[in-house]
């Protein structure tokens, strides 16, 4: 009986210091952790407003254009801004042209405090304890679950489908791999050759250029010439310039017109041409046939001759159909013709 008393005593202790553990455990939070930046000893306390904190833990770093000078205390909602408190590091001085915004260098990195000096709208000088950097000196960062929805839209909203069509396409409209090559071949040559000849682009640029001037030198006539109607010097010139341009207009068509007048001998002359050219022109598209069969004349007919001259004689015949080719050939034989 006693022994049965003794283990649920014992029972009933390790159960109640099991409870108590849990329950200690459970008041537990993030914040009562030791820091692993090795907290912040004989500085002060800076406050800063955000109009959102995301889930910014306590201990996180405060980073001052890249380097660590301390890490936050405390994080609470007050009103419509979160007031974070951070210690800093007694030697660091926060200057009042600061920005501040919280960030996280990647998807599951660590958030955390950045400050950049010159960005904000405030004046010279620094922040001293227990000051605050106002709201307006601070960014909000974007919400996680916003970015996500940002990368979804991008990836199933089609984006990439149509980069890929996209590119498809100035693939189709593209040359072929060949051409282009070829092409850069002829831009290549047309390059080399351009650097070759640089002198002469130097000319011309001078060309333009004394152009140019000379009609900078000369703007002030240019500007007589170009004056509005209102200006009478524009329409003087200008009225000037037609008149002279069709006085000599007026001189040169009666002597053209004379020219044509007493012409009218060449008229003969000139079909004359017309029926020799129209004649040289049908020789001309016959010539292509009839180089043929001259072509065929002298390689079957003149070079084989001109090799081996021979008559080759088959027979010869009189009047009434007698064969005398023998005769003939003992005649040609005794004459010395036929060997």
């Given at each position: 009986?006693?022994?049965?008393?003794?283990?649920?005593?014992?029972?009933?202790?390790?159960?109640?210091?099991?409870?108590?553990?849990?329950?200690?455990?459970?008041?537990?939070?993030?914040?009562?952790?030791?820091?692993?930046?090795?907290?912040?000893?004989?500085g002060y306390q800076i406050n800063l407003e955000f109009p959102s904190a995301l889930n910014l833990p306590d201990g996180?770093?405060?980073?001052?254009?890249?380097?660590?000078?301390?890490?936050?205390?405390?994080?609470?909602?007050?009103?419509?801004?979160?007031?974070?408190?951070?210690?800093?590091?007694?030697?660091?001085?926060?200057?009042?042209?600061?920005?501040?915004?919280?960030?996280?260098?990647?998807?599951?990195?660590?958030?955390?405090?950045?400050?950049?000096?010159?960005?904000?709208?405030?004046?010279?000088?620094?922040?001293?304890?227990?000051?605050?950097?106002?709201?307006?000196?601070?960014?909000?960062?974007?919400?996680?679950?916003?970015?996500?929805?940002?990368?979804?839209?991008?990836?199933?909203?089609?984006?990439?489908?149509?980069?890929?069509?996209?590119?498809r396409r100035v693939n189709r409209v593209m040359p072929a791999a060949q051409d282009v090559r070829n092409l850069a071949?002829?831009?290549?040559?047309?390059?080399?050759?351009?650097?070759?000849?640089?002198?002469?682009?130097?000319?011309?640029?001078?060309?333009?250029?004394?152009?140019?001037?000379?009609?900078?030198?000369?703007?002030?006539?240019?500007?007589?010439?170009?004056?509005?109607?209102?200006?009478?010097?524009?329409?003087?010139?200008?009225?000037?310039?037609s008149r002279d341009f069709t006085g000599h207009l007026s001189i040169v068509l009666p002597n053209v017109g004379s020219?044509?007048?007493?012409?009218?001998?060449?008229?003969?002359?000139?079909?004359?041409?017309?029926?020799?050219?129209?004649?040289?022109?049908?020789?001309?598209?016959?010539?292509?046939?009839?180089?043929?069969?001259?072509?065929?004349?002298?390689?079957?007919?003149?070079?084989?001759?001109?090799?081996?001259?021979?008559?080759?004689?088959?027979?010869?015949?009189?009047?009434?159909?007698?064969?005398?080719?023998?005769?003939?050939?003992?005649?040609?034989?005794?004459?010395?013709?036929?060997?």
């Amino acid at each position: 009986m006693n022994l049965r008393r003794k283990r649920l005593r014992l029972a009933s202790s390790i159960f109640m210091c099991v409870g108590l553990l849990m329950t200690t455990a459970c008041s537990l939070g993030p914040s009562d952790l030791p820091s692993l930046g090795g907290g912040v000893s004989g500085g002060y306390q800076i406050n800063l407003e955000f109009p959102s904190a995301l889930n910014l833990p306590d201990g996180a770093h405060l980073v001052l254009d890249g380097v660590r000078i301390g890490e936050v205390s405390s994080v609470e909602v007050d009103g419509d801004v979160v007031n974070v408190t951070a210690a800093v590091e007694s030697e660091s001085r926060i200057p009042r042209d600061v920005q501040g915004i919280i960030r996280q260098d990647t998807l599951l990195g660590d958030t955390y405090i950045a400050l950049q000096s010159g960005t904000g709208p405030g004046t010279g000088g620094f922040f001293g304890p227990e000051e605050t950097i106002p709201v307006s000196q601070t960014v909000a960062p974007p919400q996680l679950e916003d970015t996500m929805a940002v990368l979804a839209y991008f990836v199933n909203g089609g984006t990439i489908q149509r980069i890929q069509d996209t590119m498809r396409r100035v693939n189709r409209v593209m040359p072929a791999a060949q051409d282009v090559r070829n092409l850069a071949s002829v831009v290549a040559t047309d390059l080399d050759d351009l650097s070759d000849n640089v002198d002469q682009v130097d000319r011309t640029i001078e060309g333009l250029a004394s152009t140019s001037k000379s009609i900078a030198g000369h703007t002030g006539t240019l500007a007589e010439v170009f004056q509005p109607r209102e200006s009478h010097a524009g329409v003087y010139y200008w009225e000037r310039f037609s008149r002279d341009f069709t006085g000599h207009l007026s001189i040169v068509l009666p002597n053209v017109g004379s020219v044509f007048e007493g012409g009218l001998w060449l008229v003969p002359m000139l079909n004359i041409l017309a029926d020799s050219g129209q004649a040289v022109r049908n020789t001309w598209d016959q010539a292509a046939p009839t180089s043929i069969v001259l072509a065929d004349f002298l390689r079957e007919k003149v070079l084989p001759f001109a090799e081996n001259p021979r008559v080759d004689i088959r027979s010869v015949t009189v009047e009434g159909g007698a064969d005398v080719t023998k005769d003939v050939e003992n005649a040609l034989r005794i004459l010395g013709a036929v060997r």
